[in-house]
């Protein structure tokens, strides 16, 4: 099984920037790929950000240019930088991790961007 934590989530204003952290953890070997999702009230869940083990990585469109993912494999961890941010940015974001056959999701972390 895989665990994962997130953190870095909060309140921010437009053109700020905040940085989430997902660690993994349990059989993290198997993991292939991580990445962010995103939903905001009354909306489907969406796919933000993800990466490989190998680096490679997908962006929303909505994102590109602003938000940027990263790995530490050592310490399998998944970052999200996220700057310039917008209030449509705002939702719960979700790490994930897929692995043995599913998905693996974190707890949700809040970014709300408001003046």
């Known amino acids: 099984q895989v665990q994962l934590v997130e953190s870095g989530g909060g309140l921010v204003q437009p053109g700020g920037s905040l940085r989430l952290s997902c660690a993994a953890s349990g059989i993290i070997f198997s993991v292939r790929g991580m990445g962010w999702y995103r939903q905001a009230p009354g909306k489907q869940r969406e796919l933000v950000a993800v990466?490989?083990?190998?680096?490679?990585?997908n962006y929303a469109d909505s994102v590109k240019g602003r938000f940027t993912i990263s790995r530490d494999n050592a310490k399998n961890t998944v970052y999200l930088q996220m700057n310039s941010l917008k209030p449509e940015d705002t939702a719960v974001y979700y790490c994930?991790?897929?692995?043995?056959?599913?998905?693996?999701w974190g707890q949700g972390t809040q970014v709300t961007v408001s003046s």
């Open positions: 990466i490989t083990r190998g680096g490679s990585t």
């Open positions: 994930n991790a897929r692995a043995l056959g599913a998905d693996f």
